[in-house]
């Protein structure tokens, strides 16, 4: 028997001599698509990456969003998003699971603060904020003067997922 291994939120990929984190993994376009930060792309200089054994391109970037969009063709696992609220929360990734505290919240945004010691790092963008035992949103970026970090909303990846599929391929929640 030979075991594949799956695609999930929180995974590490690689980009030009650069990388990142997975954020969440939705049905996209009748099949699944990995999300992650489009500025890890635009650092590295390319559109093309590697998750585990599998290379793809950059399928989709929007112009109002952080989020890059590319397809999963190996077996992976969709991931629940949530909506975010004040309160604890975690940042998740394969590596790694951080505490920190949801501050402020938009319908786009999450402000998170975390607690000094085990600071995320370079390769960390992406890492899914996580709240309840569902994805809540995933992070773009952190001060490390203030603690302080931005994460991008799963409501605004979902928003961003619905323009790009078609209706009858998304699930409502």
């Known amino acids: 028997m030979v075991l ?8 590490f990929f690689l980009s030009g001599r650069t990388g990142g984190v997975i954020g969440a993994v939705v049905p996209w376009r009748g099949a699944y698509a990995g999300v992650a930060p489009a500025h890890i792309f635009h ?3 390319t559109e093309a990456l590697w998750v585990g054994k599998q290379k793809c391109r950059i399928a989709f970037i929007p112009g109002d ?3 890059a969009f590319f ?18 929360a975690r940042l998740e990734n394969s590596a790694r699971k951080r ?8 319908w786009s945004i999450a402000y998170v603060v975390l607690p000094p010691g085990d600071l995320p790092g370079p390769g960390d963008s992406g890492t899914p904020l996580v709240q309840d035992g569902k994805v809540v949103g995933m992070l773009l970026s952190f001060n490390m003067h203030t603690y302080k970090g931005v994460a991008i909303s ?13 209706p009858d391929m998304l699930k409502k929640t």
Not at 4 to 11: H, L, T, Y
């Open 154 to 166: 799963s409501e605004m990846i979902a928003e961003v997922m619905q323009r790009r599929s078609p």
């Open 99 to 106: 505490s920190c505290r949801i501050s402020d919240v938009s």
């Open 65 to 67: 969003a952080d989020l």
């Open 71 to 88: 397809p999963i063709v190996t077996a992976c696992k969709p991931t629940e998003l949530g909506k975010p609220h004040l309160g604890e």
């Open 43 to 45: 650092y590295s200089g």
């Open 4 to 11: 594949r291994a799956v695609i999930k939120s929180g995974d």
